[in-house]
């Protein structure tokens, strides 16, 4: 199992660019998120999606877009970037939906907007 | 405002010492999570607590949930610089919460 895998590591972009930070997961878990981790604000949901052709907006979903085709994929879609925007992004699955579900964090792209 | 308050947000001590880190809120929750983070990871869990008044032991790691069930804290005793890294905790409001909030970390700093 390679467990929750994105890609890329780091990206650098101009304002105004667009770009898909890609997810994926081969646990069959239902549950998908994407949360940003920006210094002494823990983590923030963006989006998340229950199953396939399900998604939902968590706390900071303006300026992304998700969609869930597959089980496995969960890419996040960044339309315009800005330097706003610059941040560390985490995809995470879980089995289920509830919060006592361990939940599994992939290794995190760095994104810079310049 | 966070919805879950953690601290101390940075702390550093020396190898062997005792440290308690605490993550507080005005809400009631269904569960609570410690997650584990190291620098260019992403979080790993380290224990789930659901009861209000549970204890969980994990090595020299433990976990207790109160009794309200709105706070939590991590005691770790004869801390190691292994033990260095950003610990977070998240909390689902309901248990078939959809979304997890997380607290702002603690930054712990074990020097040898």
């Not at chain 1, 994105?6 to 890609?22: A, D, I, N, R, Y």
């Not at chain 1, 890419?75 to 089995?95: D, E, G, I, M, N």
């Not at chain 2, 009861?51 to 069930?69: I, M, N, S, Y």
């Not at chain 2, 997890?100 to 712990?108: A, M, Y």
Request: contains cysteine; aromatic residues 10%.
């Amino acid at each position: 199992n390679a467990g929750v895998t994105q890609t890329p590591k780091f990206q650098v972009l101009k304002t105004g660019q667009s770009m898909t930070l890609q997810c994926a997961q081969d646990m069959n878990h239902e549950y998908m998120s994407w949360y940003r981790q920006d210094p002494g604000m823990g983590l923030r949901l963006i989006h998340y999606s229950v199953g396939a052709g399900i998604t939902d907006q968590g706390e900071v979903p303006n300026g992304y877009n998700v969609s869930r085709s597959t089980t496995e994929d969960f890419p996040l879609r960044l339309l315009s970037a800005a330097p706003s925007q610059t941040s560390v992004y985490f995809c995470a699955s879980k089995l289920g939906t509830g919060g006592s579900y361990e939940q599994y964090f992939g290794p995190g792209t760095r994104l810079t907007v310049t | 405002t966070q919805l879950l308050e953690q601290s101390p947000q940075f702390l550093s001590i020396q190898e062997g010492e005792n440290l308690t880190v605490y993550c507080n809120s005005s809400s009631v929750f269904s569960s609570l999570q410690w997650y584990r983070q190291e620098p260019g990871e992403g979080p790993v869990l380290l224990v789930t607590v659901v009861t209000g008044g549970e204890v969980k032991k994990l090595k020299r790691l433990t976990f207790q949930f109160g009794d309200a069930r709105k706070d939590s804290s991590l005691h770790i005793t004869a801390a190691q610089p292994g033990d260095t890294g950003l610990y977070l905790c998240a909390g689902a409001l309901t248990q078939g919460a959809q979304k997890l909030v997380f607290g702002q970390g603690t930054r712990l700093t074990i020097n040898p």
